[in-house]
């Protein structure tokens, strides 16, 4: 039976339990040294030592996408400001629920004297709740025992309600002292029970209208965006798809939307877009965008050959207001949640079906099996290239041919990244996550371990470049501690591929850009992980079988050509527009 009184630390991890969190992914520091105490006696929450903020906050990101309950980064607070943005900023644009427990280190009662690492704000000190509040949704200072828990209660609601994303508490040292008397007022209530209702459901008008508009449509085409990994629609899309024969093209983070290998899925669309897919969006006349702002990086740079709301109707679905019509006016909209308002469109058309909307739908997918032939799709001659040293298409079209509908696999950033997002084949929905904010590299390895331990029985793959794996690959030490079984696919050119391309085309005026040789299998093995050098097509096809229902953490260590543009896998509609380095 629960005490009418307990002290803070623990009913701050009492929140935590009761919203179902199963993992605290940090550094002790501070104050916070208090809460990961009484995390000691918790039998429901695994706490993570990382070694450095970043990895933790990616590491919590990455948990919050695949489960939907906010990851949790804890750390001194200056530390997390400093250290944890990345994973934070991640969340923020990808819709990804996390939570910050940090501390002000405030010293109380000479917190306005400036004591050492402070944050309160105060002459001398640095403003630690303005530089969290300027990357989360919602950030809160505690002063209070009480406070400490209903603002806990209110953050996780935060983090939940709506689009998803990141929210900070921040803990003076004084609201540690004393407990929290549960049944005086304000009165302390379960934390489930101020979590419920927070879906929004779309209003059937709007459905009607953008069922209207579908059914009228000669070549309608569906964009689907981070939104429905966000809500978790997979089977909705592919039903509203299926039920009309309505081609999907995905943007580069909402890759995996649908899978790869599905009759009526076109791959991504855009800047670095599969042939097919940006045909079958520059012809279509009804566009239906779900859980996407469509930014110019998905749009080569709106380039009206390939998206024009003057020649195309424009329908969008998205739990943001803000964003329906943002960049691109619509003929109609929804505002709800990708999953329920794909549901309710399935339950609008199926009645509504007739014998010559069926037959519309079946030339529609003869035509586009022969588009997808024509173009090669994910079947070009590269990705059969036989060169030593090995060419990306090659590696990661292995790779695909080796994992399962439900293997997740973590990008980087950087050239890697845009050879996977066009070469990649998913076989699975909801099974491919990139940075999808800041895009900043060394997402990946983090990434994979935190879809490890909230997917354990899925295998979980990360592939980077030899740049981005070097910036957070002291996570292998986490991994190799708590056993965490991931692969990591580095693809090993000695070279910032991005910078030097971009170099190589103002004149080969190198500099900054050339990393040396690394064996990275022998690092991993040095801390404790399995590690693998392939540098042969034999090698890589022998060895990336590894990358199946690995059992400790394994670096497959490939040495890949730097002779492989970024340009090669970029659209002729992008060429011309900005950005293109």
């Not at 943001?320 to 329920?340: C, K, M, W, Y």
């Not at 670096?555 to 992008?574: H, K």
Request: neutral net charge; glycine residues 8%.
């Amino acid at each position: 039976m629960m005490p009418d009184e307990i002290d803070v630390p623990h009913a701050v991890v009492r929140v935590l339990e009761e919203a179902g969190i199963q993992f605290v992914f940090g550094m002790p520091g501070g104050d916070t040294g208090r809460i990961f105490d009484a995390l000691y006696d918790s039998s429901a929450i695994q706490t993570i030592l990382v070694r450095h903020e970043q990895v933790g906050s990616i590491m919590a990101e990455m948990y919050g996408r695949l489960t939907g309950k906010p990851g949790v980064v804890m750390g001194q607070g200056i530390f997390l400001a400093c250290n944890a943005l990345f994973g934070t900023l991640e969340a923020i644009k990808g819709a990804s629920p996390m939570l910050l427990l940090g501390d002000f280190t405030d010293m109380a009662p000479f917190q306005h004297h400036a004591p050492y690492q402070a944050g309160t704000g105060e002459h001398g000190n640095h403003d630690l709740r303005n530089l969290l509040a300027s990357a989360t949704k919602y950030t809160a200072a505690v002063y209070e025992p009480k406070q400490a828990m209903q603002t806990m209660q209110l953050a996780i609601k935060h983090a939940t309600t709506g689009a998803p994303g990141p929210v900070a508490v921040i803990f003076a040292s004084r609201s540690f002292a004393g407990t929290v008397k549960l049944r005086r007022p304000p009165r302390v209530y379960a934390t489930d029970r101020h979590l419920v209702g927070s879906t929004v459901r779309p209003a059937s008008a709007d459905v009607a209208r953008i069922a209207d508009a579908l059914l009228a449509s000669a070549s309608p085409v569906i964009l689907a965006g981070n939104g429905v990994h966000a809500s978790r629609a997979w089977p909705e899309l592919a039903q509203l798809a299926e039920l009309l024969a309505i081609p999907v093209a995905t943007t580069a983070t909402g890759k995996s939307a649908i899978a790869d290998v599905h009759p009526l899925a076109l791959g991504v669309f855009g800047n670095w877009g599969q042939q097919v897919a940006n045909e079958v969006v520059s012809t279509a006349d009804t566009v239906l965008v779900v859980g996407s702002r469509l930014a110019p990086t998905d749009t080569c740079f709106e380039n009206p050959e390939l998206l024009d709301a003057d020649r195309q109707k424009f329908l969008q679905i998205d739990v943001e207001p803000l964003n329906v019509g943002r960049h691109f006016p619509v003929a109609a909209g929804i505002v709800a949640d990708a999953r329920e308002s794909l549901a309710a469109l399935v339950a609008e058309l199926t009645p509504r079906l007739t014998s010559r909307l069926r037959e519309t739908a079946e030339r529609r997918r003869a035509h586009l099996a022969e588009l997808k032939t024509l173009h090669r799709y994910f079947a070009q001659p590269e990705q059969r290239s036989d060169d030593v040293p090995l060419r990306p298409e090659r590696v990661i079209t292995e790779l695909s041919r080796r994992l399962d509908e439900r293997a997740v696999v973590t990008m980087d950033a950087g050239a890697n990244r845009l050879y996977m997002t066009h070469y990649f084949q998913c076989r699975g929905a909801g099974t491919v996550y990139q940075p999808s904010s800041i895009g900043g590299m060394g997402y990946a390895l983090p990434a994979a371990m935190g879809a490890k331990l909230a997917a354990p029985e899925r295998d979980c793959v990360a592939v980077c470049g030899d740049g981005g794996f070097a910036m957070t690959m002291n996570a292998l030490f986490t991994a190799a501690q708590y056993r965490i079984p991931v692969a990591t696919v580095v693809l090993n050119n000695s070279v910032l591929g991005w910078v030097k391309d971009g170099q190589r085309r103002r004149g080969n005026r190198f500099i900054a850009s050339e990393l040396g040789r690394q064996d990275y299998a022998r690092i991993a093995q040095a801390m404790g992980c399995a590690g693998v050098r392939v540098e042969s097509i034999k090698e890589l096809v022998a060895e990336l079988d590894r990358v199946r229902d690995v059992k400790e953490p394994v670096v497959l260590d490939v040495v890949t050509t730097e002779e492989a543009p970024f340009w090669q896998v970029q659209s002729p509609f992008a060429k011309e527009g900005p950005g293109g380095e």
